[in-house]
């Protein structure tokens, strides 16, 4: 396992941005059947989707225009972006470009994308505040997020129904009074084909088949470039290996569990959270969730879920905090953080 704990870097706000567009799960499933069964395991009612040709950067942009004025900082001071996205714009360039040049930042701002998932923000925190916490890099922004329902099929019910858009934005300052956050981070290559898009990359270019839609039965229909998703090995490697990384977390850093406020775990679905949150014995008023109103968000779901249900207590009060990602790679990550009055503008929506 890796570990690692970076110092002087503080967290001083949160945004994040969804389409106004909402699908309703109970229409979504109709021509599948009685969508009550499925609502009881995922705990998914609704999702913010786009259904037009805005991408990923446009709920980036939205975050981030928000929680820099609501920061009064001067976007000449921000120093560094990074995104973590796989929906990005385009194969190339990368989104980082894009929005240094759409946010008006100054050309001397390091920008680079992070390819990763559903661990996505927790590994994306711990590059950000690795290039911060010597101080010559002050003020960063962390974007994460995805229009993850881009690349599920409409016909195929075992993912329609799961994901919804967003993108967030996580503003860092560094200080010499700033906390340290301490990581665990894990990767498992060999999981690497249960949860996957199969053709439009270099190993399976995009082709003349890549769109013909196949009938695996049972209400599944999807072609090359949709997500495929193995669930229940995807939903045992989550159960097995996220509480015991937590586990390791706080072993590893002496982190006392009695004094953390809030758990915020990959809102993947409801029944495999809850198993993880009943592994690990956790109360339910410590385990935030906004799954039943965003869906699974991907990267973003951390952030998403930290504005949408703590923001009184992020703006008003300091907080200890664990966040929990685990999914595509297979890869897996945590950490342990605090915050203290930052803030946190109502969600975007556009």
Not at 227 to 248: H, N, W
């Amino acid at each position: 396992m890796a570990f690692l704990e970076t110092k002087h870097v503080a967290f001083r706000g949160i945004a994040a941005c969804v389409p106004q567009n909402i699908e309703k799960n109970i229409d979504t499933y109709q021509k599948w059947g009685d969508y009550t069964k499925v609502r009881n395991l995922i705990g998914i009612d609704q999702r913010h989707v786009f259904t037009d040709g805005r991408c990923t950067s446009d709920l980036f942009f939205g975050a981030a225009e928000k929680l820099i004025e609501e920061l009064q900082w001067e976007k000449s001071d921000i120093e560094a972006i990074v995104c973590v996205t796989q929906t990005p714009d385009f194969i190339q360039p990368p989104v980082a470009c894009i929005l240094q040049n759409r946010l008006g930042l100054k050309e001397d701002c390091f920008a680079t994308d992070v390819p990763h998932g559903c661990s996505g923000w927790v590994y994306g925190l711990s590059i950000l505040c690795s290039l911060m916490q010597n101080g010559f890099i002050k003020r960063g922004l962390l974007f994460s997020g995805d229009t993850a329902s881009k690349v599920a099929s409409p016909e195929d019910k075992t993912t329609l129904p799961l994901f919804g858009d967003a993108g967030t934005c996580t503003a860092l300052e560094y200080t010499e009074e700033g906390s340290s956050i301490k990581f665990a981070l894990n990767t498992d290559g060999s999981g690497s084909d249960k949860i996957v898009i199969r053709d439009g990359g270099y190993r399976h270019p995009f082709s003349e088949h890549t769109l013909e839609m196949i009938d695996y039965g049972d209400g599944v229909v999807r072609n090359n470039n949709h997500i495929f998703m193995d669930g229940m090995s995807v939903f045992s490697f989550a159960i097995s290996k996220a509480p015991k990384q937590i586990k390791d977390l706080v072993e590893k850093f002496s982190i006392n569990q009695e004094e953390i406020d809030y758990y915020v775990l990959h809102q993947a679905n409801l029944f495999m959270d809850e198993k993880i949150r009943r592994k690990m014995k956790l109360s339910q008023d410590k385990v935030l969730y906004c799954i039943e109103e965003f869906g699974n968000t991907s990267s973003g779901s951390i952030p998403l879920t930290l504005v949408s249900r703590a923001k009184d207590d992020l703006r008003n009060k300091p907080l200890k905090l664990i966040g929990s990602g685990f999914g595509v790679g297979l890869s897996w990550a945590c950490c342990y953080f605090e915050t203290n009055g930052i803030v946190v503008p109502e969600i975007v929506q556009i």
